[in-house]
């Protein structure tokens, strides 16, 4: 079963995992790729728009619906997904 989410709690989650993995780039490489870097960003605004979209939609259903398609079709990492039995 799949629970329903804070949004806003899902893109702060994000966030600072973002954070981190900057962080570990710069600690390995000692320089962050700023093309890599660019890309990246671009990446949690997708995904930032995505939530955004998600929020807007009427039923747990439609956005669990609107999550997997996402999912699919943008190889978003699957952080959206909180089990439970």
Known sequence: MVKEIDLMQLSHAYERNYQLYLEHI????????PGKIKADIEKAKNLLDTIKDIAETK???????????????QNIPALWYIWSD
């Open 59 to 73: 039923t747990l259903k439609d956005r669990v619906d609107y999550m997997i398609a996402k999912i699919h079709n």
């Open 26 to 33: 710069k600690g390995k490489k000692g320089v962050v790729n």
